[in-house]
Every structure is written in structure tokens, then in C-alpha cells.
């Protein structure tokens, strides 16, 4: 091969490498930013995805709570299934209730009770007032958690005790019970 042979033959070469250059940097780089583009995109709507799941799953479970109070929540008030409530859980605490009072009795909606709530139901609320005494602190938070693990929907608004010196505990519990108007 002659030398002019040679310069043409690299001439041609360089040539391809220039136009398979600008091949590649025209047509397949914007191929490749546009797949990365779209698999960015397809990563983005399955976390979106994710997340809608994840919120209709905790509907679903919200349904299903709101569903499980609905039923604790009788159609009357029925005050001495109440009062029998409270003396239950007083006789399983050892506790003494001296006196019960009902401070209020209204209609309020599910909304003003639940800020977060979307439904617009009433509902009745009874409140009352117990005063009692017990032996011990202990034996105090008994007789709350027994009155709020009551098949009954209670909702305890204020508790005030104080030890007396003989290690006995005076109470004053005041708390709501819910029904459905009729």
C-alpha cells in the first residue's frame, strides 16, 4: 500500500468513528435518557401505587373499627345496665362507689366527637360522675381499665383521686356512654 492509500484508509476510518459518534450521541443517548426517563417514571407510580394500597388497606381497617364502636353503642340508654357496669367493676377492684350523679345528657354529632371524622350521625351522650373510694392507686387504675374494657363504649373525660393518710384512695371519675337516638 502506498502512502496516499494509507491516508484514505485513515481518513475512511476516522470518518465511521465520527458518524458512529454522532449515531450514537443523536439517536441512542436520547433513546437511553428517554427509557432511564421512563423507568423513573414507572418507579415513581408503583411507590404511588404502594402508597394507595397502604391507604385503602387503613380505610378498610377504619371501616372496620368504626364498624366494631357502631356496635358498642346500644340503642338506649339503658342507665341501670350502666349502673350495673359500674358495681361490676367496683366488686372485681374492691372498690366502693359512694354516690353517682348525671351531670349532662345531649346530642352531638359523630363529628364533634371525632374531629377527623366524615360521618354525620348523632348520638346521645350521657355523662355522670361516680365518687368512691379504694385501698390503693393500683387497685384505682383497675377499676378504670375494668369500666373501659366494658362491651359498652365509655369514654372517661376526668379522674381526680387523692391518698388519704391511711392509704386509702378517694376518687371522683366523671366519663360518657354513647347511644343512638331514637
Known amino acids: 500500500m502506498s502512502k496516499s492509500n494509507k491516508r484514505i484508509l485513515i481518513v475512511w476510518v476516522v470518518l465511521i468513528v465520527l458518524i458512529g459518534g454522532g449515531f450514537y450521541l443523536f439517536n441512542i443517548h ?45 340503642e338506649q340508654l339503658e342507665e341501670d345496665n350502666v349502673i350495673r357496669m359500674i358495681n361490676n367493676a367496683s366488686s372485681s377492684t374492691n372498690s366502693v362507689i359512694q354516690s353517682y350523679s348525671y351531670d349532662d345528657q345531649q346530642t352531638m354529632s359523630i ?19 361516680i365518687n368512691g373510694y379504694t385501698q390503693s392507686e393500683g387497685q384505682l387504675e383497675s377499676f378504670v381499665n375494668e369500666l373501659e374494657s366494658s362491651e359498652r363504649l365509655l369514654q372517661v373525660t376526668q379522674l381526680q383521686y387523692q391518698q388519704n393518710d391511711d392509704g386509702d384512695v378517694n376518687f371522683q371519675l366523671s366519663f360518657s356512654v354513647f347511644v343512638y337516638p331514637m
Open 111 to 129: 363529628n364533634e366527637m371525632f374531629e377527623q371524622s366524615s360521618f354525620t350521625e348523632e348520638l346521645e351522650v350521657l355523662t355522670m360522675q
Open 30 to 74: 436520547s433513546l437511553k435518557q428517554s427509557v432511564d426517563q421512563l423507568e423513573d417514571d414507572l418507579s415513581f407510580e408503583e411507590r404511588k401505587q404502594t402508597a394507595l394500597l397502604e391507604t385503602i388497606n387503613q380505610i378498610d381497617h377504619d371501616s372496620a373499627a368504626i364498624e366494631e364502636l357502631r356496635a358498642q353503642i346500644p
